[in-house]
């Protein structure tokens, strides 16, 4: 057996009295044992964020028999809940447009095996980087986009998340909209980059935008994405600075390496189930 | 004499072949020992920005004769230019409210005489910081500023600049958004403090925007004061990490902090003579 | 009642199952409701670390109370413990000689009741800071220490720590080496600002070191002190990029900057009781 | 003809008054285009360092007439100097053993020719990175060295290094300790990335290091490669910030990103000409 294999329990509830003496007393009957513990109480919202990773062995019992064992916590605190196990790696559907900086970062990682994830499949409307993908053994698929083709085109994209069971979607600085359809299925399951600081720069084009303001830091946003162009709950963004003697071009080179490295650490929380969703914000136990 | 005097030469012009050939030439002609020397290209506005720290002991002559002598230059190449010395410290005319962080930093940094600058008198449309002023020696006039008295109260504010001979207004912290026609008495010549990166949370209450909209990182933006708000030339920015765990009181908090470090670093170039304006942007030779 | 009112309950013991069960069941089962909690386990020393601010209205008992009934649990488990009270103000007696940065700084954070302490007194070796001290209306000794009055200088530092009450002695840039029996004699309860990145240039001068090696940061190590020169454990740390441009005396002024921060983080961590000692480290829970 | 073909003048020599003037006299007077511009006058050394971009299409001439008529002013200041083209792109030979993030990142730098330069063989003392280094069409040469055959082996390195007409010689995370006679022979074209922030943490295995000293933030070193181990000139530096909860693995992990950025930036100023030797220290002109 695996003696670093954990299980995490994600959670959220409304905050009251008892909360972490119901769920610890129920890991302690049972002789889990607590790898790491994350709690928040979000003021605004009256509700209460919970982590914990248990080590697989120190229980009895396997993922199934926890679940169902703790069903009843769930529903008397009214807990909105997930048990993720850490021998089941999380499949990542990568889309991705002409710039390949993050992609090249994420199959690095994944070839590093740095963090719990596969990239199951490459999704992209240009063929560009059909050969870097399938070097790595990875299936590649061309779905290009057209405003006719814009419906048939994202239904192909749904169509081959379900065909590869992805967990998640990222966009790894894909440059098309997703139509409102595609954000409605996956809710909490697709994964932006976005190139500046939000919410400065929002659209298109945001390092001209930058250029033009005459900031003098620019930054990166990791963020779910929703119908709500540019506007969804951020995981994490990350700055960089930048000054007069920069142009636009510099200004992309610099942001190419704070993108990559926030959307890293953005997906990397995801998939360690270290992100709850708080309407339109997001907790996240680092 | 003062060995560590320097004059200080900044000057911008449209671009041509032949600008530093000029200067330096007319410098090492008269002996001028260059400390420092830093130039920029704008490729956008075509314009050429030069700045030159000389050591005032290396030049056979004073500062008026330095400033006839370039004349010729400075008409050859259509330079919008000026020469300060080190020897004579610039005037700041500080205004504030009630938050009394950047107050005490900029004290602070005069008392320690971190950089060549004197308060020479702190202006405020509330009483309560005089006796903290008023114990390093400076002046401190209260001038209320009401919906009604507003007009008077900034002709005030601008007798107050002219009797004291202020060089810049700093606005650390003040609450109150400046006419129109203070602004365009004094361009390029109010330095303000602004609680958040621009031009995200531009307006009031920007930690409570922050918040709302949860970001990971917030910021504080040192910029000149135009009549449009919040949106003049920037000089200064940084941000700092914050998480879902900080309320809004813990944003105020550390953003003290980073007001204080970006309005502190900010007002030291522009004192320095190392911002030059480019349109609604600047350069800062750091 | 003040509705803000916490108590802090800390502590550390040898790692099993059951800790954070045996915990917050306490809590839970006298309706204590938890406002932030953090856990750690450290896999080196086999040790679980913990704390807990609980509502003090949220239990209808007091302080004493709550104490008397956690200690069949604290034994149970082998803790090493305490509790503190938000509403009783920690108080610190604060060491300085010539250079006054950190001084003002903690005078200033004090005055707008940052967080919970106060400067109960200040000791120095020169009375050169004596009024802007008092003016705040705090007491200032002034102890002069020789090679031969060192002992004696000493003990008086000791008794005036006793006669105020001390919790903690804070060196704010005191430029002069405790003694072993000071440091003996208040084990975790003396924190100094080291004016480097720590290890690199212990000792004395490390900002000239910096210079001579050629860094492109420099930076500030607060840490607890111990018979140990400069190597007790670190409770933060933050760097600072520098340049070729930089002169010794602009290494100054930038660390300036930078230990302020780092002393003022690290003395509310501790202050606040998020710094649990691990053997030679901290763990701090921020 | 390529409108952005640019040459670099890099120089420095002792320091006097008109060494700027003759440089951009000379310059002006063949109707040279300066680009960019960065002086700095080293006080310690009381050498003067310069470096000047100039758009060759500007001049009249090519490089080889640049350089004959440059020789009577380096003369006569005594100048240390050097004019590269950019069109003429800088030749790497790779050094690596098993760790492959920071070759990772650097073939995929050159794959998107973000700055000047090309990775012309990658040499190992492993042949687990083959497929991927010839996959990008680049030479991949397995030269193991054990304490037999070290000499042998570094001969072999330096044939290689020769035979490709190699540049600069960049040990991305090497894990042998160059020989002297190697170090010897190419003064200032050796570039190393430490994965620790010196010199803190010199030698072997740095993270363990740092996980035992309980540091706060972690670093990475680029610098050139001297006979003293880990104690070349320091070309670029950075830290991150870690806490109690992370393993030394975890060190690794965020360590690889910071040294991967470290290395790369170190790398882009030494191509482009922007680092310039001061004794045991460097200019950087970024």
Chains 1, 2, 3, 4 share one sequence.
């Not at 967990?167 to 994964?191: F, H, N, S």
């Amino acid at each position: 057996m695996d003696a670093k294999r954990r299980y995490t329990l994600a959670l959220s509830c409304p905050d009251r009295v008892g909360i972490v003496a119901a769920v610890s007393g129920f890991l302690a009957q049972h002789q889990g044992w607590i790898v790491e513990a994350s709690h928040h109480a979000d003021y605004a919202s009256a509700r209460f964020f919970m982590r914990q990773e248990i080590l697989a062995e120190s229980l009895a019992f396997d993922l199934d028999e926890l679940r169902r064992l703790f069903v009843p916590i769930a529903e008397a605190f009214g807990m909105d809940w997930r048990v993720t196990d850490s021998a089941v790696r999380h499949r990542v559907v990568l889309m991705v447009s002409r710039e390949d900086h993050c992609l090249n970062d994420l199959l690095y990682r994944w070839r590093a095996r740095e963090f719990g994830f596969d990239v199951v499949c490459v999704i992209s409307n240009h063929d560009a980087l059909r050969a870097y993908v399938e070097w790595h053994g990875i299936p590649y698929h061309l779905v290009p986009v057209t405003p006719e083709t814009k419906p048939k085109a994202f239904a192909e994209v749904l169509r081959l998340f379900g065909q590869y069971q992805g967990d998640t979607l990222v966009l790894a600085r894909y440059m098309q909209i997703l139509p409102p359809e595609v954000c409605a299925a996956l809710p909490g399951r697709i994964v932006n980059i976005h190139h500046s600081f939000l919410p400065s720069f929002a659209g298109a084009r945001p390092y001209h935008q930058a250029y033009a303001r005459g900031v003098k830091l620019i930054g990166a946003t990791c963020h779910y994405v929703t119908a709500d162009l540019d506007a969804g709950p951020i995981i994490e963004q990350d700055t960089v600075r930048v000054d007069h003697g920069d142009f636009v071009e510099d200004l992309v080179r610099y942001g190419r390496d704070i993108e990559k490295a926030v959307l890293a650490r953005g997906l990397r929380y995801h998939v360690e189930g270290r992100v709850l969703l708080d309407a339109t914000k997001t907790v996240v136990f680092r």
